[in-house]
């Protein structure tokens, strides 16, 4: 069958290096694509969102199944273009519908949706311009620290944490009256902070039934020790050793399962993956946040585990025969080191050349940030790209990975070494 992956992150570049391990496939494409997806497919250099060119080359290469990566075109609703369409209505679009991507696309949608189904989150309070007094009197109510959410769209990097009142009195007013995040920021979330530690869990659906997917951990601070500002994620592990059976069984049973069930109560058509962003608060789940789509760099940790055929599982989530499936999981533990463009999460250049990827040795390198420029390896994003490693601890991987890491070079790299130690000690 011909395949085509929409996106042009690492993540993306995952699910392609795992696709093209199935007997199933015929010929993969991935719009746009990276320089490493350019080893394993046919990169077409359209946008993700330019839905009339995405129909052209499904119909002219008979592609059968889409699988989007990223949340844009979801939020946009490619989903619903394929649905709404006579000549596309057949093939099977990996990725939930607007309706159901509003679940990421706006955190005040997913807080009142978790509130109504019982799912255990942080006490929040939205609001908007005109009631921004209401937000002050909220976080007068809140210890320290303080979080504030732009409830649009914003790359990963919406989310400010503070922790003095009068800085995050003034944050909310810049959010709201500065355009600080564009329009992603019109409304914001004040949520109570809760203390704990993270990690992702990730849940496949065809809309009827669901496979749980390895756990993950990821660290979006730029700086070692979670210090400076959040990026797109700098790296990850999985699985996550505090995320024991008991600990998992709470998950299903108080998050996952009422998701699931309150979807289908509210007729929101879901087929793909959802991203739940938990805090481990004393051995209980909170849900922080949903994605419509899986993480990056998590989906860097997490298909390497997968042992299963990754394109006979996307199939069945189109057929919605998803409970027919095995989902089979190496016990392996995974760790990925994102290497970074100097200067990132703020300006940075692109277009600087990469050497060294030829030495590494017992690692995988997913491309994130890349493209080929007269057959030259070059940047071309903040986060460039991703050095995953599998082993039978943790300790072992994310030394493979930094070992790897550090034989790849551009002007400029930067990455966390201690990515992973915070689960060591």
């Known amino acids: 069958m011909n395949v085509l992956i929409l996106g042009s992150g690492g993540r993306e570049h995952a699910f392609a290096w795992k696709i093209a391990q199935s007997k199933k496939l015929k ?58 369409d006579e000549e596309l209505k057949k093939v099977k679009v990996i990725g939930p519908t607007r309706q159901a991507a509003q679940l990421e696309g706006s955190k005040d949608f997913s ?38 959410k732009a409830d649009g769209l914003a790359a990963g990097k919406g989310v400010v944490i503070l922790n003095e009142l009068g800085l995050a009195k003034k944050e909310l007013n810049s959010m709201l009256h500065n355009n600080k995040f564009g329009d992603a920021g019109n409304v914001v979330v004040i949520e109570e902070f809760l203390k704990g530690i993270e990690l992702s869990v990730f849940v496949l659906t065809d809309g009827v039934s ?60 879901y087929s793909g993956f959802i991203f739940i962003g938990l805090m481990n608060v004393k051995g209980n789940p909170y849900v922080i946040e949903y994605n419509c789509r899986m993480g990056d760099p998590e989906t860097e940790v997490v298909i390497p585990r997968i ?33 970074v463009s100097g200067g990132y999460p703020d300006e940075y250049k692109k277009g600087i050349p990469i050497n060294g990827i030829d030495k590494v040795i017992g690692s995988t390198v997913f491309h994130a940030g890349t493209l080929l420029d007269e057959n030259k390896l070059k940047t071309n994003g903040g986060r460039v790209i991703a050095v995953t490693s599998l082993a039978n601890n943790l300790h072992d991987a994310v030394s493979a990975s930094l070992e790897n890491a550090a034989k790849i070079d551009f002007d400029g790299k930067y990455y966390r070494k201690d990515i992973g130690k915070d689960l060591l000690l």
């Not at 979801?74 to 273009?81: E, S």
């Not at 990754?310 to 016990?331: H, I, P």
Request: charged fraction near 25%.
């Open 111 to 148: 807080k009142k949706f978790m509130l109504r189904h019982s799912i255990p989150t942080a006490k929040y309070r939205t609001i908007i311009s005109q009631n921004i007094k209401e937000g002050y009197e909220f976080l007068e109510s809140l210890e320290a620290p303080y979080v504030l």
């Open 27 to 84: 010929q993969l494409y991935c719009l746009p694509g990276n320089a490493g997806t350019a080893q394993l497919a046919i990169n077409v250099h359209l946008s993700e969102t330019d839905f009339e060119g995405i129909k052209k080359l499904v119909l002219e290469k008979h592609i059968t199944l889409v699988l989007v990566g990223p949340e844009v075109p979801l939020v946009k609703g490619v989903h619903d273009f394929f649905l709404a």
């Open 307 to 339: 042992e299963s055929d990754f394109l006979t599982l996307m199939q069945s989530v189109g057929n919605k025969t998803l409970r027919k499936q095995e989902l089979v999981v190496s016990s392996k533990t995974a760790a990925t080191v994102m290497l």
């Open 210 to 269: 669901y496979k749980i997917l390895p756990s993950a951990k990821d660290y979006k601070r730029i700086g070692e020790g979670d210090t400076g500002p959040n990026t797109g994620g700098m790296g990850a592990v999985s699985p996550v050793t505090f995320a024991d059976h008991e600990f998992m069984q709470k998950v299903e049973q108080q998050i996952i399962i009422p998701t699931i069930k309150g979807l289908k109560k509210e007729k929101i058509k």
